[in-house]
């Protein structure tokens, strides 16, 4: 059984939605990803009050290998990078003129980024096929905890531009711009210095930027 995370278990769903799921979960014959002791990787990394910055994702890699429970991040001996993931290096290219030496990106969750996907599990090979088994509601209620008190949130696309209304209070940063995928990049995301305006962000309220390359 999935230990549920330290810091996140008084939460709701994990009373009301989380049964449910997890009993779906055990029922399913095929591959599930990331692997079940990953599931809560990226709320296990970081207790509510060290979350500085909230980067908002869809579902994990649906390619075996590729997810291990951080938002757009992949095991460190992956390659090709996923597409999506290579265009936020293309971006970080952009504005620091380095990136990161391979796709894991738990050093950022090392410094208080929270890289939370809606749905935290998927089918291998089947993309999305998870987004209604009811994890939205865990992604409601960790937004909803997060708006404490000022933080920089992140959302990349209409998916996650979805529960902006999660995000209460008043101070915090928004980010809010296309998605890096192939299809969407050019329409908004390129260009518009997520990082960069984040760390000034931070920098201005008196916090430390975030090493966004590992440089």
């Known amino acids: 059984m999935t230990d549920l995370p330290k810091g996140w278990d008084h939460l709701p769903f994990f009373t009301t939605y989380w049964p449910s799921i997890r009993d779906a979960l055990a029922q399913e014959t095929c591959t599930i990803l990331p692997p079940q002791g990953q599931i809560f990787a990226a709320l296990n990394a970081n207790a509510p009050d060290d979350v500085r910055v909230v980067i908002l994702g869809q579902d994990p890699y649906p390619t075996p290998g590729h997810a291990h429970g951080f938002a757009f991040s992949t095991e460190p001996d992956v390659q090709p990078l996923p597409r999506s993931l290579g265009n936020i290096y293309k971006e970080l290219d952009a504005e620091f003129g380095a990136r990161p030496a391979n796709g894991d990106l ?21 993309a999305g096929a998870h987004a209604k088994l009811g994890w939205k509601h865990l992604t409601e209620d960790v937004l909803t905890a997060l708006s404490d008190k000022p933080r920089a949130f992140i959302l990349w696309g209409g998916h996650a531009q979805k529960f902006q209304s999660c995000i209460t209070g008043p101070d915090h ?29 931070l920098k201005a309220g008196g916090q430390p930027e975030i090493d966004w390359t590992g440089s």
């Open 106 to 126: 738990r050093f950022w969750a090392h410094q208080g980024v929270l890289l939370l996907n809606s749905a935290l599990t998927v089918p291998a090979g089947e």
């Open 173 to 201: 940063l928004i980010l809010a711009s296309a998605h890096p995928s192939p299809l969407s990049a050019r329409r908004g995301f390129f260009g518009s210095r997520p990082f960069s305006r984040v760390n000034e962000w």
